[in-house]
Protein backbone atom coordinates (compact mmCIF):
# COMPACT_ATOMS: atom_id res chain seq x y z
CA UNK A 1 0.00 0.00 0.00
CA UNK A 2 1.41 3.63 -0.88
CA UNK A 3 1.95 5.99 1.62
CA UNK A 4 -0.37 8.28 0.42
CA UNK A 5 -3.26 5.83 0.62
CA UNK A 6 -1.86 4.89 4.32
CA UNK A 7 -1.93 8.62 5.28
CA UNK A 8 -5.74 8.95 3.58
CA UNK A 9 -6.84 5.36 5.36
CA UNK A 10 -5.71 7.46 8.83
CA UNK A 11 -7.18 10.45 8.11
CA UNK A 12 -10.81 8.86 7.58
CA UNK A 13 -11.00 7.35 11.43
CA UNK A 14 -13.40 8.59 13.22
CA UNK A 15 -12.23 10.18 16.30
CA UNK A 16 -8.77 10.33 15.14
CA UNK A 17 -7.23 14.01 14.87
CA UNK A 18 -4.83 16.56 16.00
CA UNK A 19 -1.90 15.51 17.14
CA UNK A 20 -2.80 11.99 17.69
CA UNK A 21 -3.27 11.55 13.74
CA UNK A 22 0.22 13.23 13.39
CA UNK A 23 2.23 11.00 15.53
CA UNK A 24 0.95 8.47 14.13
CA UNK A 25 1.17 9.85 10.38
CA UNK A 26 4.98 10.25 11.35
CA UNK A 27 5.51 7.11 12.23
CA UNK A 28 3.85 5.74 8.79
CA UNK A 29 5.85 7.60 6.99
CA UNK A 30 9.00 6.32 8.60
CA UNK A 31 8.13 3.01 7.07
CA UNK A 32 6.68 1.35 10.35
CA UNK A 33 4.17 -1.84 10.53
CA UNK A 34 0.72 -0.24 9.91
CA UNK A 35 -0.82 -2.68 12.57
CA UNK A 36 2.12 -2.08 15.51
CA UNK A 37 1.67 1.93 14.47
CA UNK A 38 -2.06 1.46 15.14
CA UNK A 39 -1.91 -0.37 18.19
CA UNK A 40 0.98 1.92 20.02
CA UNK A 41 -1.09 4.92 19.32
CA UNK A 42 -4.03 3.68 21.17
CA UNK A 43 -6.40 3.18 18.68
CA UNK A 44 -9.59 0.92 19.66
CA UNK A 45 -11.07 -2.42 17.89
CA UNK A 46 -13.28 -0.77 16.09
CA UNK A 47 -10.88 2.33 14.35
CA UNK A 48 -8.33 -0.16 13.60
CA UNK A 49 -11.00 -2.24 11.86
CA UNK A 50 -11.96 1.11 10.10
CA UNK A 51 -8.54 1.34 8.99
CA UNK A 52 -8.09 -1.76 7.64
CA UNK A 53 -11.80 -2.06 5.66
CA UNK A 54 -12.12 1.36 4.21
CA UNK A 55 -14.10 1.15 0.94
CA UNK A 56 -12.59 1.11 -2.09
CA UNK A 57 -15.62 2.38 -3.91
CA UNK A 58 -14.14 6.11 -1.79
CA UNK A 59 -10.36 6.01 -2.69
CA UNK A 60 -11.92 5.73 -6.36
CA UNK A 61 -13.85 8.64 -6.06
CA UNK A 62 -11.06 10.87 -4.40
CA UNK A 63 -8.63 9.75 -6.92
CA UNK A 64 -11.32 9.95 -9.66
CA UNK A 65 -11.94 13.96 -8.40
CA UNK A 66 -8.88 15.07 -7.95
CA UNK A 67 -7.97 14.03 -11.84
CA UNK A 68 -11.09 16.64 -12.81
CA UNK A 69 -8.88 19.59 -12.15
CA UNK A 70 -5.67 20.73 -11.36
CA UNK A 71 -7.79 23.04 -8.65
CA UNK A 72 -9.02 19.82 -6.63
CA UNK A 73 -6.84 18.90 -4.04
CA UNK A 74 -6.49 16.62 -0.96
CA UNK A 75 -4.12 18.31 1.58
CA UNK A 76 -2.92 16.06 4.71
CA UNK A 77 -1.67 18.10 7.86
CA UNK A 78 1.97 16.18 6.99
CA UNK A 79 1.68 18.43 3.69
CA UNK A 80 3.80 21.51 3.36
CA UNK A 81 0.90 23.36 1.78
CA UNK A 82 -1.66 22.04 5.03
CA UNK A 83 -1.59 25.94 6.96
CA UNK A 84 0.79 25.97 9.72
CA UNK A 85 -1.92 28.58 11.66
CA UNK A 86 -4.13 25.29 11.61
CA UNK A 87 -1.78 23.05 13.40
CA UNK A 88 -2.00 24.84 16.16
CA UNK A 89 -5.49 24.42 17.38
CA UNK A 90 -5.86 21.24 19.70
CA UNK A 91 -7.90 19.29 17.00
CA UNK A 92 -7.02 20.29 13.81
CA UNK A 93 -8.54 18.24 10.83
CA UNK A 94 -5.91 15.69 9.33
CA UNK A 95 -7.49 16.01 5.81
CA UNK A 96 -8.26 19.09 4.03
CA UNK A 97 -10.09 18.91 0.32
CA UNK A 98 -9.46 22.18 -1.23
CA UNK A 99 -11.00 23.42 -4.67
CA UNK A 100 -8.90 26.64 -5.32
CA UNK A 101 -5.33 27.61 -4.79
CA UNK A 102 -4.43 26.02 -1.48
CA UNK A 103 -1.24 28.41 -0.97
CA UNK A 104 -3.47 30.83 0.07
CA UNK A 105 -4.47 28.63 3.31
CA UNK A 106 -0.86 29.91 4.29
CA UNK A 107 -1.54 33.80 3.95
CA UNK A 108 -2.99 35.77 7.30
CA UNK A 109 -6.76 35.44 7.33
CA UNK A 110 -9.29 37.69 9.27
CA UNK A 111 -12.74 35.64 10.50
CA UNK A 112 -15.57 37.83 9.48
CA UNK A 113 -19.27 36.34 10.56
CA UNK A 114 -22.42 36.63 11.61
CA UNK A 115 -26.14 36.45 11.45
CA UNK A 116 -27.65 34.51 8.72
CA UNK A 117 -30.74 36.80 8.89
CA UNK A 118 -28.59 40.11 9.31
CA UNK A 119 -30.01 43.32 8.92
CA UNK A 120 -29.25 45.93 6.06
CA UNK A 121 -27.36 48.06 8.55
CA UNK A 122 -25.32 44.91 9.09
CA UNK A 123 -24.57 44.05 5.48
CA UNK A 124 -23.36 47.69 5.16
CA UNK A 125 -20.77 47.29 8.11
CA UNK A 126 -19.76 44.09 6.72
CA UNK A 127 -19.27 45.32 3.53
CA UNK A 128 -17.38 48.64 4.99
CA UNK A 129 -15.06 46.60 6.97
CA UNK A 130 -14.31 43.50 5.11
CA UNK A 131 -13.51 45.54 2.01
CA UNK A 132 -11.20 47.25 4.11
CA UNK A 133 -9.50 45.01 6.05
CA UNK A 134 -9.17 43.30 2.36
CA UNK A 135 -7.37 45.93 1.19
CA UNK A 136 -4.94 46.09 3.98
CA UNK A 137 -3.74 42.55 3.31
CA UNK A 138 -5.92 40.10 4.83
CA UNK A 139 -7.64 37.29 3.08
CA UNK A 140 -10.78 36.74 4.28
CA UNK A 141 -12.18 33.70 5.79
CA UNK A 142 -16.37 32.74 6.08
CA UNK A 143 -18.65 30.17 6.37
CA UNK A 144 -20.58 31.03 2.94
CA UNK A 145 -23.77 31.00 4.74
CA UNK A 146 -26.50 33.05 4.01
CA UNK A 147 -26.48 36.61 5.41
CA UNK A 148 -23.14 38.16 6.87
CA UNK A 149 -20.41 34.87 5.18
CA UNK A 150 -21.94 35.94 1.69
CA UNK A 151 -21.49 39.28 2.40
CA UNK A 152 -18.02 38.95 3.43
CA UNK A 153 -16.76 36.74 0.86
CA UNK A 154 -18.56 39.17 -2.01
CA UNK A 155 -16.40 42.25 -0.05
CA UNK A 156 -14.02 40.65 -1.01
CA UNK A 157 -14.24 39.79 -4.57
CA UNK A 158 -15.55 43.37 -4.84
CA UNK A 159 -12.07 44.70 -4.10
CA UNK A 160 -10.06 41.78 -5.86
CA UNK A 161 -8.96 40.55 -2.76
CA UNK A 162 -9.06 36.91 -1.73
CA UNK A 163 -11.25 34.93 0.02
CA UNK A 164 -11.20 31.37 1.42
CA UNK A 165 -15.04 29.25 2.42
CA UNK A 166 -15.26 26.68 4.76
CA UNK A 167 -18.09 24.53 4.19
CA UNK A 168 -20.11 22.14 6.92
CA UNK A 169 -20.84 19.73 3.85
CA UNK A 170 -18.88 18.16 1.50
CA UNK A 171 -17.46 19.86 -1.40
CA UNK A 172 -19.96 17.88 -3.99
CA UNK A 173 -22.58 18.94 -1.69
CA UNK A 174 -21.77 22.44 -1.48
CA UNK A 175 -24.56 24.35 0.31
CA UNK A 176 -26.02 26.55 0.52
CA UNK A 177 -27.22 26.31 -3.34
CA UNK A 178 -27.66 29.27 -3.65
CA UNK A 179 -24.16 30.35 -3.50
CA UNK A 180 -22.98 27.74 -5.94
CA UNK A 181 -21.68 30.64 -8.39
CA UNK A 182 -20.20 32.56 -5.72
CA UNK A 183 -18.04 29.88 -4.33
CA UNK A 184 -16.91 29.38 -8.14
CA UNK A 185 -15.79 32.94 -8.18
CA UNK A 186 -13.97 32.59 -4.98
CA UNK A 187 -11.81 30.11 -6.54
CA UNK A 188 -11.75 32.01 -9.86
CA UNK A 189 -10.28 35.22 -8.27
CA UNK A 190 -7.64 32.97 -6.45
CA UNK A 191 -9.31 31.85 -3.34
CA UNK A 192 -10.27 28.58 -1.67
CA UNK A 193 -13.46 26.73 -0.52
CA UNK A 194 -12.31 24.13 1.30
CA UNK A 195 -14.03 21.09 3.68
CA UNK A 196 -12.86 18.74 6.26
CA UNK A 197 -15.69 16.35 5.30
CA UNK A 198 -15.25 13.59 2.51
CA UNK A 199 -16.80 14.86 -0.72
CA UNK A 200 -20.07 13.13 -0.40
CA UNK A 201 -20.46 14.22 3.08
CA UNK A 202 -24.15 16.02 3.60
CA UNK A 203 -24.78 19.52 4.78
CA UNK A 204 -25.55 17.99 8.59
CA UNK A 205 -26.77 20.00 11.01
CA UNK A 206 -24.30 19.22 13.35
CA UNK A 207 -20.85 19.55 10.57
CA UNK A 208 -21.60 23.29 10.82
CA UNK A 209 -20.64 24.11 15.16
CA UNK A 210 -17.60 21.63 14.24
CA UNK A 211 -16.37 23.47 10.76
CA UNK A 212 -16.34 26.63 12.64
CA UNK A 213 -13.34 25.45 15.27
CA UNK A 214 -11.62 25.49 11.28
CA UNK A 215 -12.35 29.28 10.56
CA UNK A 216 -11.35 30.58 13.26
CA UNK A 217 -8.63 28.44 13.43
CA UNK A 218 -6.80 29.41 10.18
CA UNK A 219 -7.55 32.91 11.26
CA UNK A 220 -5.53 35.78 13.17
CA UNK A 221 -9.08 37.34 15.07
CA UNK A 222 -12.83 36.70 14.63
CA UNK A 223 -14.91 39.80 13.41
CA UNK A 224 -18.31 39.10 14.91
CA UNK A 225 -20.15 41.72 12.81
CA UNK A 226 -24.09 40.68 14.04
CA UNK A 227 -25.26 37.93 15.97
CA UNK A 228 -28.19 37.20 18.41
CA UNK A 229 -28.00 35.38 21.39
CA UNK A 230 -27.99 31.59 19.97
CA UNK A 231 -26.06 32.62 16.66
CA UNK A 232 -23.30 29.94 15.63
CA UNK A 233 -21.27 32.90 15.10
CA UNK A 234 -20.95 32.75 18.86
CA UNK A 235 -19.53 28.99 18.69
CA UNK A 236 -16.81 30.65 16.21
CA UNK A 237 -15.99 33.18 18.64
CA UNK A 238 -15.70 31.03 21.48
CA UNK A 239 -13.53 28.64 19.17
CA UNK A 240 -11.41 31.79 18.66
CA UNK A 241 -10.80 32.39 22.37
CA UNK A 242 -9.82 28.53 23.43
CA UNK A 243 -7.28 28.92 20.25
CA UNK A 244 -5.87 32.03 21.40
CA UNK A 245 -7.34 34.25 18.77
CA UNK A 246 -8.54 37.93 18.78
CA UNK A 247 -12.33 38.28 18.77
CA UNK A 248 -13.58 41.35 17.81
CA UNK A 249 -17.67 42.64 17.17
CA UNK A 250 -19.62 45.47 16.42
CA UNK A 251 -22.00 47.24 18.66
CA UNK A 252 -25.06 47.23 17.79
CA UNK A 253 -28.90 48.66 19.30
CA UNK A 254 -30.02 47.90 22.69
CA UNK A 255 -33.54 46.13 21.79
CA UNK A 256 -32.32 45.04 18.61
CA UNK A 257 -31.98 40.95 18.48
CA UNK A 258 -29.44 41.02 16.14
CA UNK A 259 -27.22 42.68 18.32
CA UNK A 260 -27.71 40.81 21.70
CA UNK A 261 -24.70 38.20 20.70
CA UNK A 262 -22.25 40.82 19.52
CA UNK A 263 -22.73 43.22 22.72
CA UNK A 264 -22.84 40.19 25.12
CA UNK A 265 -19.52 39.32 23.22
CA UNK A 266 -18.41 42.69 24.31
CA UNK A 267 -19.20 42.72 28.05
CA UNK A 268 -17.27 39.16 27.89
CA UNK A 269 -14.19 40.97 27.28
CA UNK A 270 -14.43 40.88 22.88
CA UNK A 271 -12.86 44.44 21.48
CA UNK A 272 -15.50 46.53 20.63
CA UNK A 273 -14.27 47.98 16.90
CA UNK A 274 -16.04 51.21 15.29
CA UNK A 275 -12.95 51.28 12.73
CA UNK A 276 -11.81 49.01 10.18
CA UNK A 277 -8.43 50.72 11.62
CA UNK A 278 -9.25 48.76 15.15
CA UNK A 279 -8.58 45.72 13.86
CA UNK A 280 -5.68 46.80 11.68
CA UNK A 281 -3.86 48.55 14.38
CA UNK A 282 -4.43 45.49 17.20
CA UNK A 283 -2.93 42.75 15.09
CA UNK A 284 0.10 45.29 13.12
CA UNK A 285 2.61 43.91 16.67
CA UNK A 286 2.00 40.38 14.91
CA UNK A 287 1.67 40.96 11.64
CA UNK A 288 4.91 43.13 10.25
CA UNK A 289 3.75 43.04 6.80
CA UNK A 290 0.32 45.45 7.30
CA UNK A 291 0.61 49.60 6.69
CA UNK A 292 2.06 51.83 9.29
CA UNK A 293 -0.64 54.34 8.43
CA UNK A 294 -3.91 53.95 7.50
CA UNK A 295 -6.46 56.32 5.91
CA UNK A 296 -8.22 58.95 8.40
CA UNK A 297 -11.44 58.83 6.41
CA UNK A 298 -14.18 56.47 7.18
CA UNK A 299 -14.90 55.19 4.07
CA UNK A 300 -16.44 57.78 2.19
CA UNK A 301 -15.77 58.65 -1.52
CA UNK A 302 -17.45 62.32 -0.68
CA UNK A 303 -14.88 65.54 0.78
CA UNK A 304 -14.88 66.52 4.62
CA UNK A 305 -17.15 69.68 3.79
CA UNK A 306 -19.48 67.66 1.11
CA UNK A 307 -22.65 69.42 2.66
CA UNK A 308 -25.05 66.58 4.10
CA UNK A 309 -28.47 67.15 2.16
CA UNK A 310 -31.91 67.28 3.93
CA UNK A 311 -30.03 66.72 7.78
CA UNK A 312 -33.34 67.42 9.47
CA UNK A 313 -34.77 64.83 7.55
CA UNK A 314 -32.36 62.13 7.86
CA UNK A 315 -32.90 62.64 11.65
CA UNK A 316 -36.12 61.46 11.12
CA UNK A 317 -34.75 57.55 9.71
CA UNK A 318 -33.92 55.39 12.43
CA UNK A 319 -31.54 52.40 12.52
CA UNK A 320 -34.46 50.31 12.34
CA UNK A 321 -36.57 50.30 9.45
CA UNK A 322 -38.63 53.75 9.50
CA UNK A 323 -41.92 53.95 7.18
CA UNK A 324 -42.69 56.93 4.82
CA UNK A 325 -45.64 58.28 6.61
CA UNK A 326 -43.74 57.85 10.02
CA UNK A 327 -40.72 60.01 8.76
CA UNK A 328 -43.23 62.51 6.97
CA UNK A 329 -45.31 63.43 10.26
CA UNK A 330 -41.76 63.72 12.19
CA UNK A 331 -40.38 66.16 9.44
CA UNK A 332 -44.24 67.96 9.14
CA UNK A 333 -44.02 67.76 5.48
CA UNK A 334 -46.23 65.90 2.75
CA UNK A 335 -45.41 62.37 1.51
CA UNK A 336 -44.78 63.83 -1.77
CA UNK A 337 -42.18 66.12 -1.11
CA UNK A 338 -40.93 63.56 1.82
CA UNK A 339 -40.25 60.72 -0.81
CA UNK A 340 -38.28 63.20 -2.93
CA UNK A 341 -35.98 63.85 -0.64
CA UNK A 342 -35.42 60.45 0.74
CA UNK A 343 -35.02 59.56 -2.75
CA UNK A 344 -31.56 61.89 -2.45
CA UNK A 345 -30.56 60.57 0.83
CA UNK A 346 -30.82 57.11 -0.70
CA UNK A 347 -28.72 57.99 -3.63
CA UNK A 348 -26.03 59.88 -1.28
CA UNK A 349 -25.88 57.28 0.06
CA UNK A 350 -26.85 57.94 3.78
CA UNK A 351 -30.08 55.63 3.73
CA UNK A 352 -31.65 52.66 1.84
CA UNK A 353 -34.73 51.44 0.98
CA UNK A 354 -36.23 48.28 2.56
CA UNK A 355 -39.43 46.23 2.61
CA UNK A 356 -41.49 48.80 4.79
CA UNK A 357 -39.44 51.93 4.60
CA UNK A 358 -35.99 53.16 4.83
CA UNK A 359 -32.96 52.42 7.35
CA UNK A 360 -30.32 54.72 7.87
CA UNK A 361 -26.84 53.57 6.56
CA UNK A 362 -24.17 55.81 8.13
CA UNK A 363 -24.29 58.40 10.54
CA UNK A 364 -21.68 61.15 9.44
CA UNK A 365 -19.09 59.27 7.48
CA UNK A 366 -17.18 62.35 6.49
CA UNK A 367 -16.08 62.63 10.42
CA UNK A 368 -12.43 62.23 10.94
CA UNK A 369 -11.40 59.31 12.47
CA UNK A 370 -12.79 59.12 16.55
CA UNK A 371 -12.81 55.29 16.28
CA UNK A 372 -16.45 56.09 17.06
CA UNK A 373 -19.24 55.82 14.51
CA UNK A 374 -21.08 58.98 15.20
Known amino acids: MRKREQLLRLGTIPGLTGRRWLKAAQQLSEGKDVDDVLTQNGLEVSQRHHYHHLSPGWLKTVN???SQSPLHHLITALD???????TEISCFPPLLYV?????VLGTSQLAVVGSRQCSHSGRYWCDVFTQALSLSGFTITSGLALGIDGVAHRAALNVRGKTVAVLGSGLAHLYPRRHVALAQEIVEQGGAVISEFPLDALPLAHRFPRRNRIISGLSQGV?????SLKSGSLVTARYALEQNRAVYALPGALGNSGSEGTNWLIQQGAMLV???????????AMLNWLPVTQSDEIYSDASDDAPLPFAELLANVGDEVTPVDVVAE???????????????LELAGWIAAVPGGYVRLRRACHVRRTHVLV
Not at 274 to 284: F, G, K, S, T, V
Request: charged content about 20%; hydrophobic content about 45%.
Open 64 to 66: KWL
Open 80 to 86: PLYPAQL
Open 99 to 103: KGDPS
Open 223 to 227: LVIEA
Open 274 to 284: AHPNNIIEDLR
Open 330 to 344: RAGQPVPVITAQLLE
